[in-house]
């Protein structure tokens, strides 16, 4: 988000003499902190020490006190909250344990990240702030990965109703995934366990899917992501989990708000729009139906890389570089807030929840800018589950 020249920084390597290359840790940049290193090769000889930071960024006690308890396992079900001394800022818990991890037979073809969990080319190949412009035939690789996400979304988004767990939602992605040849982008990328992302009511994004079960009332959120031919395609919206969810007007308004936001910015997307002007767009709509807008996370570039330049923030008066030029693929994705646009990280490192426990919901779509406008490569079909509800009578 800032524009200081990287050369100007020093390695973060431990005593490593070197500058700093345009080379950052990818966990970092997502958590809105700005860790440079000199080379891959330095990158991964800290690794170890480095992504101790990332823990304690999210809680500066935690290297301290490390939690020691577990809640005790549920007798029945054998369940269970990894952090159950956590200040959880709202009623949702994590439901443990994971479902082993999922596997994808070696004949998808998959991300650098997919063994080891660094998505090595992300920070190898492009400058921070150099934006790719596709040619015609690579192109045609992101309308084809966009059209296969949004197939997969829209598979998991009519399988979201209450009684349902957010693995069951996991498994059906990622089922989905490889039965169109595709990898699921989130698994393993920066260690994420899951192949997408679910978020329920105060969770921001990155909700990883667990046991607990959708209730009637819920808002989700589902985050989809396919690797295919050599292109990611990325996409989310929430959903209303059941018929208490469109009749709670809270609910009904962040939703529909989220929904708006995206929108709206979506109309200004055309040659020469500044990447700082999205913001603006969103967060005038957002404030008009007194919802306020998440800073932390931001829209970004997608093509052969999950997350590149440009970075979209979605809040007014941003000072993000760049403009829109035809060939270009980025992401909008608002997350609106019924309360604070302040965030807090679980302790399992992904989670983002709201620090009062209000609700929030996001929409996302892939974008390619074309010579006079905007194409949405992740549009809707006719067909699609979810779309637009009026409020409820009160
Ligand atoms: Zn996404
Ligand atoms: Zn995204």
Redesign the pocket.
């Known amino acids: 988000m800032t524009a200081e020249t990287p050369a100007a920084r020093k390695c973060m390597g431990k005593d490593c003499p070197n500058d700093a290359s345009s080379l950052q840790c990818p966990t970092c940049q997502k958590i809105g902190k700005e860790s440079y290193f000199c080379s891959q090769d330095c990158f991964k000889r800290n690794w170890s020490e480095h992504k101790a930071m990332h823990k304690s960024q999210s809680n500066p006690l935690r290297n301290v006190f490390p939690p020691k308890v577990i809640s005790k396992p549920d007798p029945a079900t054998g369940h269970f909250n990894p952090f159950p001394t956590f200040p959880y800022t709202g009623s949702l818990r994590p439901v443990y344990p994971l479902s082993p991890r999922r596997s994808v037979p070696a004949t998808i073809k998959h991300p650098d990240y997919a063994k080891d969990g660094i998505p090595h080319s992300e920070q190898v190949f492009v400058g921070r702030n150099k934006i790719t412009i596709l040619d015609a035939k690579q192109i045609e690789g992101m309308r084809k990965v966009c059209r296969l996400a949004r197939e997969v979304l829209d598979i998991a988004a009519r399988e979201a109703k209450p009684g349902v767990t957010t693995d069951y939602i996991d498994e059906i992605v990622h089922k989905a995934c490889l039965e169109r040849n595709a990898y699921p982008s989130p698994l393993n990328y920066c260690h994420f366990p899951k192949s997408v992302c679910t978020s329920p009511n105060e969770v921001i994004c990155h909700g990883i899917p667990d046991q607990r079960v959708l209730k009637d009332g819920d808002i989700l959120n589902i985050?989809v992501?396919l690797y295919h031919g050599g292109f990611h395609g990325?996409l989310?919206e929430t959903y209303y989990i059941g018929d208490k969810a469109l009749a709670d007007p809270d609910s009904v308004r962040v939703v529909e708000t989220a929904r708006e936001c995206l929108d709206e910015a979506i109309k200004i997307v055309k040659p020469g729009t500044l990447f700082r002007e999205y913001g603006n767009v969103i967060e005038k709509h957002a404030k008009g139906k007194n919802c306020s807008v998440i800073k932390t996370y931001c829209?970004?570039g997608?093509n052969q890389l999950f997350?590149c330049a440009p970075n979209v923030p979605h809040y007014a008066k941003n000072k993000a570089v760049g403009a829109a030029k035809p060939g270009m693929c980025f992401?909008i994705?608002p997350m609106i807030s019924l309360g604070t646009h302040r965030d807090k990280t679980w302790p399992d490192d992904w989670t983002s929840v709201t620090t009062d426990g209000s609700r929030t919901a996001q929409f996302?779509h892939t974008l390619l800018v074309t010579e006079d406008g905007v194409e949405i490569l992740t549009a809707r079909l006719p067909d699609s589950p979810g779309g637009p509800v009026p409020m409820p009578s009160t």
Do not use: A, K, Q, V
């Open positions: 985050d992501t990325d989310n829209g970004h997608i997350h992401t994705e996302e």
